[in-house]
């Protein structure tokens, strides 16, 4: 089998190459390298940008492919909200290039990386894949967008896909050679781990008002090679016939804000101060999943997602690369 993954060079798509190649399969990554490290590739990169449409077509000409893995966006929901245009170009787009050009490659398989952010507001605990879709943020209505496109192009063209919407992706490889190197940084773990380095002088918490028993956010973290995983379980669901479908992906256990930095100090041994500040826009209180289709379809399992081993593998990386691959 021979796969394409776009956004191959990012951080949960660098995961899901190493995890694909260790089954043998082989992978061509296409990343822009504007989010990504070439450096967490091992595997054949071209280097383009989705948005030149003959650059991805020639992708298809020179190599045929069995599938395709779709990483490849902007993510963060914050810029989302003052540079809108940005990402309705590029996730949509770009997106759109791609499905041409599988159409002329005749590729019909296509596994694509949602989010969780497509739900907003859930109305109710754990959240199923039926849940009312209310995006908060225009990156999350981006992705729903090109859910909708995909949906369309599998009635249109048989153009077979699986939505993988999923939760807080964190941790690392277990053996500290690849990790997450954002700039900025975003997410919770990294920025704690920042602070455990010394980097930073403390955390800062947005609110501890919300509606949870501590005060502070309650997420769903999910490990990133959990993740890659279920990337592949899509993959092979695709591989043997499967109709398009659409799964949440998660632990269904949720973790507030200071639970994780709890974990992240006894892990690190560091005491790093923490400040609270005040909230920050589009936070729902808490947001976790029902995983249970995607272990009834897709025989998909988190093995890696306990908090002790997400925190731990995260460590293991941060430590050894306390620059990111720059280290």
């Not at 998909?300 to 691959?325: F, M, Q, R």
Request: charge should be negative; proline fraction near 4%.
């Amino acid at each position: 089998m021979k796969v394409l993954v776009t956004g191959g060079a990012g951080y949960i798509g660098s995961h899901t190459v190493a995890e694909l190649q260790k089954q043998n399969i082989e992978v061509v990554v296409f990343d822009n390298l504007i989010c990504g490290h070439k450096e967490a590739v091992t595997c054949p990169l071209i280097v383009g940008d989705l948005l030149k449409k003959d650059e991805i077509k020639k992708v298809f000409k020179e190599n045929k492919f069995d599938g395709v893995i779709h990483f490849a966006a902007y993510a963060l929901a914050g810029e989302s909200m003052k540079e809108p245009a940005k990402y309705f170009e590029n996730n949509l787009q770009g997106g759109l290039n791609l499905l041409e050009a599988m159409r002329e490659g005749e590729v019909n398989k296509i596994v694509f990386s949602s989010t969780c952010a497509i739900y907003g507001y859930p109305d109710k605990l754990p959240v199923i894949e039926e849940e009312s879709k209310k995006p908060v943020s225009v990156y999350g209505e981006s992705k729903l967008m090109f859910e909708t496109i995909l949906r369309w192009y599998d009635q249109l063209f048989g153009i077979k896909n699986v939505c993988l919407r999923y939760f807080n992706a964190s941790g690392d490889s277990l053996d500290g050679s690849i990790g997450e190197d954002h700039k900025p940084e975003t997410h919770i773990i990294p920025i704690a781990m920042q602070a455990a380095l010394g980097q930073r002088e403390k955390f800062s918490i947005f609110g501890e008002d919300y509606n949870t028993p501590d005060g502070t956010c309650i997420r769903d973290y999910i490990h990133v090679l959990d993740l890659a995983s279920a990337h592949i379980k899509a993959l092979d669901y695709l591989s043997k016939e499967g109709e398009s479908n659409y799964f949440n992906v998660g632990t269904g256990q949720g973790y507030s804000n200071k639970e994780i930095l709890n974990m992240v100090k006894e892990v690190t041994g560091v005491d790093f101060p923490v400040e609270v500040g005040p909230r920050r826009e589009g936070d729902p209180d808490a947001i976790f999943a029902d995983s249970s289709k995607a272990k009834t379809v897709l025989g998909w399992e988190p093995k890696h997602s306990d908090l002790k081993t997400i925190i731990e593998s995260a460590w293991k990386w941060h430590k050894s690369h306390p620059k990111g691959y720059s280290s």
